[in-house]
């Protein structure tokens, strides 16, 4: 039977301890490796992926200081052998065609079935790719239908985190004013980083300024 080496990248632990319990069972894999934060996977496949190597990532795409979407890239750029599959709650327009364009091999959402989860695994490490129906289904809609503004597909949270970061918050402060953790806004900055395709605080700045958000009261 052949084993395959696997590496989770998920900043919560609930649903990290939740992906051990269900791949820990099976044999065929062996979890080399947990990780809550990209750069930490990015780093580790550098250093041993070569005399190592792992067959699949499983990562979600809300990760404070290095995302999914960058951890994927990363991989394919660098370790083109090793499968990625994406499990995560952030399924719009933008992030899920990024990571198409960036060859991930598979997304489903958090919220998918463990029997639908098993599937994937199976299918990226048999060679093929597994995308969910509602990741197909939103992937469809971005390429056949009128293309979606960016700002439309932000949240109203995620249009106030923007604001406060225009005017000049900190991130605690903000986390205090929102009443969230730090942790929280560092991820929504992260978010909103990507889906805006800005390359850092001051690209969101002049977003918001472009959205009129600093106008409002």
Same mark, same amino acid.
């Given at each position: 039977?052949?084993?395959?080496?696997?590496?989770?990248?998920?900043?919560?632990?609930?649903?990290?301890? !939740?992906?051990?319990?269900?791949?820990?069972?099976?044999?065929?894999?062996? $979890?080399?490796?947990?990780?809550?934060?990209?750069? #930490?996977?990015?780093?580790?496949?550098?250093?041993?992926?070569?005399?190592?190597?792992?067959?699949?990532? $499983?990562?979600?795409?809300?990760?404070?200081?290095?995302?999914?979407?960058?951890?994927?890239?990363?991989?394919?750029?660098?370790?083109?052998?090793?499968?990625?599959?994406?499990?995560?709650?952030?399924?719009?327009?933008?992030?899920?065609?990024?990571?198409?364009?960036?060859?991930?091999? !598979?997304?489903?959402?958090?919220?998918?079935?463990?029997?639908?989860?098993?599937?994937?695994?199976?299918?990226?490490?048999?060679?093929?790719?597994?995308?969910?129906?509602?990741?197909?289904?939103?992937?469809?809609? !971005?390429?056949?239908?009128?293309?979606? *503004?960016?700002?439309?597909?932000?949240?109203?949270?995620?249009?106030?985190?923007?604001?406060?970061?225009?005017?000049?918050?900190?991130?605690?402060?903000?986390?205090?004013?929102?009443?969230?953790?730090?942790?929280?806004?560092?991820?929504?900055? *992260?978010?909103?980083?990507?889906?805006?395709?800005?390359?850092?605080?001051? !690209?969101?700045? #002049?977003?918001?300024? #472009?959205?009129?958000?600093?106008?409002?009261?």
């Amino acid at each position: 039977m052949n084993t395959y080496n696997i590496i989770i990248a998920d900043d919560h632990k609930m649903f990290l301890d !939740g992906l051990i319990s269900i791949l820990g069972n099976n044999k065929a894999y062996t $979890i080399v490796l947990t990780a809550d934060r990209g750069h #930490k996977v990015a780093k580790y496949l550098d250093i041993n992926n070569a005399t190592e190597p792992i067959d699949l990532v $499983i990562t979600d795409v809300s990760m404070p200081d290095y995302s999914g979407i960058e951890l994927n890239k990363h991989i394919k750029d660098n370790h083109p052998k090793t499968k990625t599959l994406v499990v995560s709650m952030l399924h719009d327009t933008t992030t899920v065609q990024t990571l198409t364009q960036d060859n991930v091999d !598979g997304y489903v959402p958090k919220n998918a079935e463990k029997e639908e989860l098993l599937t994937a695994i199976e299918t990226i490490l048999n060679g093929d790719k597994y995308f969910s129906q509602s990741i197909k289904e939103v992937y469809l809609k !971005g390429m056949f239908s009128k293309e979606e *503004k960016l700002e439309d597909t932000l949240s109203k949270r995620e249009k106030e985190v923007l604001k406060l970061i225009a005017q000049e918050f900190t991130t605690q402060e903000i986390a205090d004013q929102l009443f969230l953790s730090k942790h929280t806004i560092e991820s929504y900055r *992260k978010n909103l980083i990507s889906k805006l395709e800005v390359r850092n605080l001051a !690209g969101l700045t #002049k977003y918001a300024i #472009k959205l009129g958000l600093l106008e409002e009261e």
